[in-house]
């Protein structure tokens, strides 16, 4: 088929995937040299690990100081603690109708109903979506946690007195966790708050500059996030580790995918050519986590896969590889590995709709044309079947 010559307002080539394409400005992260959220470097921060200082951070542009920060967790808190009763009720009844549902599904329908019980008397208005955003991040591992009780048979247990991250994480192990363990989850939760315009964040800007509203956009971006080359890798790294089983079927397992062209989970990336600056941080986090217990053997599983990746393919970890080791390392099921990452990039997320509606015009880029060439419509009484 021959290509059409680009009409007089085409760009000449078609970047598959947007690849290497400027889309838009922001101030909320940078990716150029090193990650900074709104000007800081991120091993400061993860290393700190104080998720709600991040979360203030990328939302009202500067850090808190600590009565800010106290404040800001007590409304984040409050949210959790509040989730709306006929939300409530209408995920019991999903849970009981489909208990094998994905917890991501339940996430994203949970923030739709929140849109769709919520009265926004201003939209658009800056301050009100702060605070939109603010409940989200409160009632997003509510949400979770609710689903998990149902369809676990629990009772809805209460949200814990606790930074979210620490909370988060004893609804998930049912115990409250310890310091060590709560430090390397609000990490994690800090390396996943934000990273510029990925998939689900462009598709939340998108959204938002169609002038929808905060909860459109943000379920437009959980079901992103759900693709196992987005978010969904870091439950399918646990699954690769799973399959390959020991150090020594590591270099038969990867030619195997190689040779069916499979991508291995948890490696590459679109932006970070020369490795993941989180993966790195992370790894060696999880290193030190897991040194002398059971977990030393996944990580010396994990080395020889990243020294087979580095030698045949020259690719480095994403932070998805990492990440899926330090929550099977704290005992969290697979299935709420993806969820978390969508608590944590949630103040992302939430950031950057802001971003766009403040300073918006709609998204709307071109496509080129490969169908069929221009050809005369027949009405369907003249079409016979042959
Ligand atoms: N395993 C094996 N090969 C990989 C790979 C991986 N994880 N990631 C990239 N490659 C290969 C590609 O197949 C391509 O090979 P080719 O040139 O022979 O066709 C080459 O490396 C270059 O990849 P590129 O096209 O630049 O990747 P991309 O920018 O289109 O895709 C990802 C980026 C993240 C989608 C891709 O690396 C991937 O699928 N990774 C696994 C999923 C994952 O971990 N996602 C989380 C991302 S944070």
């Not at 020991?246 to 062209?261: I, L, S």
């Not at 690719?315 to 969290?332: C, I, M, Q, T």
């Amino acid at each position: 088929m021959t290509t059409p010559a680009p009409t007089p307002t085409e760009p000449a080539e078609v970047s598959k995937g947007l690849a290497g394409v400027l889309a838009g400005q922001t101030e909320i992260c940078s990716l150029s040299g090193t990650l900074r959220y709104r000007g800081y470097d991120i091993e400061p921060l993860a290393r700190a690990g104080d998720f709600e200082e991040v979360a203030y951070l990328l939302l009202h542009g500067e850090l808190p100081t600590a009565a800010e920060r106290d404040a800001f967790q007590g409304r984040v808190a409050e949210a959790a603690r509040q989730l709306p009763s006929p939300v409530i009720d209408a995920l019991e009844r999903l849970a009981a109708t489909a208990p094998h549902a994905s917890p991501m599904d339940a996430l994203r329908t949970g923030v739709s109903m929140l849109g769709l019980v919520e009265r926004d008397d201003t939209p658009g208005d800056r301050e009100a979506l702060l605070a939109q955003a603010e409940r989200l991040l409160g009632q997003t591992p509510a949400v979770l946690a609710a689903w998990l009780d149902m369809t676990g048979g629990r009772s809805v247990a209460p949200w814990p007195d606790a930074p979210l991250g620490a909370a988060l994480l004893e609804r998930l192990m049912g115990r409250a966790p310890t310091p060590a363990e709560a430090a390397i989850f609000g990490t994690t939760l800090v390396l996943y708050a934000e990273h510029e315009f990925n998939a689900s964040t462009f598709a939340a800007r998108t959204v938002a500059s169609t002038g929808s509203d905060m909860h459109s956009a943000i379920t437009a971006a959980i079901g992103t996030l759900k693709g196992p080359l987005h978010g969904g890798a870091n439950e399918k790294v646990l699954e690769v580790l799973g399959q390959i089983g020991t150090a020594e079927r590591a270099r038969p397992w990867v030619e195997e995918q190689f040779a069916a062209k499979k991508v291995i989970m948890g490696f590459g990336h679109r932006v970070y050519k020369d490795g993941d600056v989180r993966a790195k941080l992370l790894g060696e986090l999880c290193r030190a986590l897991v040194a002398g217990t059971e977990g030393e053997a996944i990580e010396a599983l994990a080395a020889e896969v990243e020294g087979i990746m580095l030698e045949r393919k020259k690719l480095k970890p994403n932070l998805d590889w990492p990440a899926a080791r330090v929550y099977h390392a704290l005992s969290l099921p697979v299935k709420v590995f993806t969820p978390i990452f969508v608590v944590a990039r949630m103040s992302g997320w939430t950031a950057h709709v802001i971003e766009q509606i403040g300073d918006n015009r709609l998204i709307r880029p071109l496509s080129r044309y490969t169908g069929p060439a221009p050809r005369d419509y027949r009405p369907l009484s003249e079409r016979s079947a042959c």
